[in-house]
């Protein structure tokens, strides 16, 4: 049963809780929480810039992974313990904006896997970045 649904403020302040440290420093902000999703708004720091003068995949795929775990979370009310299974990620077009957007859908979730996809597009809402995940729910 999906627990009562999380703030912003809330998901926001789990991520100290939950995250190293260099994800942290990706400065991601929870922007809206709905029932089995959450938008997350991401700056493209320099650091995530390649010499091509685009966002690098790695950034964007570490974004859509921590917005897959956050979704979870607020859809179970709190964090528990998961891992990664699966990230298979398709990157449809350059990102040379200074910010992106991550929104994350769990798709379905039973008791030991859930299943997600998390859509990363520029401010003017091109998608850029499609993935989709699985999870193993550990506890």
């Not at 998390?118 to 506890?139: E, M, N, R």
Request: aromatic residues 6%; hydrophobic residues 50%.
């Amino acid at each position: 049963m999906t627990q009562a649904l999380m703030t912003p403020a809330s998901l926001q302040a789990k991520i100290p809780e939950i995250f190293a440290p260099w994800i942290i420093a990706m400065d991601l902000r929870v922007i809206e929480v709905l029932p089995g999703e959450v938008l997350l708004s991401m700056p493209v720091k320099a650091d995530y810039v390649h010499v091509g003068g685009v966002m690098c995949g790695q950034a964007a795929m570490a974004a859509a992974d921590t917005a897959m775990v956050l979704a979870l979370t607020a859809e179970l009310g709190e964090f528990k313990p998961m891992t990664t299974v699966q990230l298979q990620t398709s990157f449809l077009r350059p990102i040379s904006s200074d910010q992106v957007l991550v929104r994350a859908t769990v798709l379905r979730r039973g008791k030991s896997l859930a299943f997600g996809s998390i859509d990363i597009s520029s401010p003017d809402g091109k998608l850029a970045v499609q993935a989709t995940t699985t999870y193993a729910l550990l506890a």
